[in-house]
């Protein structure tokens, strides 16, 4: 199970912190993956990060105002969100994959995933 935190309301040009760890293993060995679900929207891949080199990778929508870091550990990833957008507005989820790596033709399929965070809700008012 992931345990998620950070979201809530931040006007337009905001910016915003998730964190994601994990409750009862590490995520130091598995690739995590972002998604959101807007109001009457499917559940979307946003980014994903990669435990074995560090990288990240960003849908168009999000390029150039998210990015990924892991703690020192590399236990909890965070998905740094900036110069949000109404249109960023929606449910985020954080999930890990147990024995598999992501890329990206695979991390937006939500069946990859065996671990998955509670959702934290990021409202950008237009």
């Known amino acids: 199970q992931l345990v998620e935190s950070g979201g809530g309301l931040v006007q337009p040009g905001g910016s915003l912190r998730l964190s994601c760890t994990a409750s009862?293993?590490?995520?130091?060995?598995?690739?995590v993956g972002w998604f959101r679900q807007a109001p009457g929207k499917e559940r979307e891949g946003v980014s994903y990060?990669?435990?074995?080199?560090?990288?990240?990778y960003f849908v168009d929508s999000v390029k150039g105002r998210f990015t990924i870091s892991r703690s020192d550990y590399r236990d909890t990833v965070f998905l740094h969100m900036n110069n949000l957008k109404p249109e960023d507005t929606g449910v985020y989820f954080c999930a890990a994959p147990a024995f598999k790596d992501l890329d990206a033709m695979n991390f937006n399929d939500p069946a990859v995933y065996t671990d998955w965070g509670q959702g934290n809700q990021v409202t950008v008012p237009s």
């Open positions: 990060s990669s435990h074995k080199d560090g990288s990240a």
């Open positions: 009862g293993f590490s995520l130091d060995i598995y690739d």
